[in-house]
T-cell receptor
Framework: KAGVTQTPRYLIKTRGQQVTLSCSPI?????VSWYQQTPGQGLQFLFEYFSETQRNKGNFPGRFSGRQFSNSRSEMNVSTLELGDSALYLC???????????FGPGTRLTVL | AQSVTQPDIHITVSEGASLELRCNYS??????LFWYVQSPGQGLQLLLKYFSGDTLVQGIKGFEAEFKRSQSSFNLRKPSVHWSDAAEYFCAVATTGRRIPTFGRGTSLIVHP
């Protein structure tokens, strides 16, 4: 089976812009979670989607949003980018019958 | 809420030496425990997991971990480290309720030749 894929792998934006990141889960996995990883804060949970519905949400401002499509692919959007949004954004997928998450390679976002 | 502590930010070992990375968790019931490894610029790869049963868990790449309920610990071990093991290691805990893992801050492993 192919692993979790994320596109793009690298992205450079300027403050105030918005960005959309994409994640394709492992085939058969209906749960997709997003994490932000920074040197200062470590790995922080953003949100989880399951069957096109947001099931869990972390403590991030409303500028961070996501959605999931019927084929389980997910996108996350960050509006009005700030310098502090520079991070590695990781997507993880799992089946609903297991608690083991499988991670993608991440998207490195740099905000200038 | 659950939490995870990895007391060591960096650990340096010589190639061929044994390794133990510490992880302590805080959670009232029996947790689900994980160890992940992250190479530079990469995502996280699952090394091993503990859900229930035998408290000594074998993983990939020769790693093992032992769940000790009395010490709220889930330490990762390897008998002989290879240079390719140099990476960041993350311990994580999830609960039967929320099922979203909480990650520790990670331990950076440096391997000297």
């Amino acid at each position: 089976k192919a692993g979790v894929t994320q596109t793009p792998r690298y992205l450079i934006k300027t403050r105030g812009q918005q960005v959309t990141l994409s994640c394709s889960p492992i085939s058969g996995h209906r749960s997709v979670s997003w994490y932000q990883q920074t040197p200062g804060q470590g790995l922080q949970f953003l949100f989880e989607y399951f069957s096109e519905t947001q099931r869990n949400k972390g403590n991030f401002p409303g500028r961070f949003s996501g959605r999931q499509f019927s084929n389980s692919r997910s996108e996350m959007n960050v509006s009005t980018l700030e310098l502090g949004d520079s991070a590695l954004y990781l997507c993880a997928s799992r089946t609903d019958s297991t608690d083991t998450q499988y991670f993608g390679p991440g998207t490195r976002l740099t905000v200038l | 809420a659950q939490s995870v502590t990895q007391p060591d930010i960096h650990i340096t070992v010589s190639e061929g030496a044994s390794l133990e990375l510490r992880c302590n968790y805080s959670y009232g019931a029996t947790p689900y425990l994980f160890w992940y490894v992250q190479s530079p610029g990469q995502g996280l790869q699952l090394l091993l997991k503990y859900f229930s049963g035998d408290t000594l868990v074998q993983g990939i790449k020769g790693f093992e971990a032992e769940f000790k309920r009395s010490q709220s610990s889930f330490n990762l071990r390897k008998p002989s480290v290879h240079w390719s093991d140099a990476a960041e290691y993350f311990c994580a805990v999830a609960t039967t309720g929320r099922r979203i893992p909480t990650f520790g801050r990670g331990t950076s492993l440096i391997v000297h030749p």
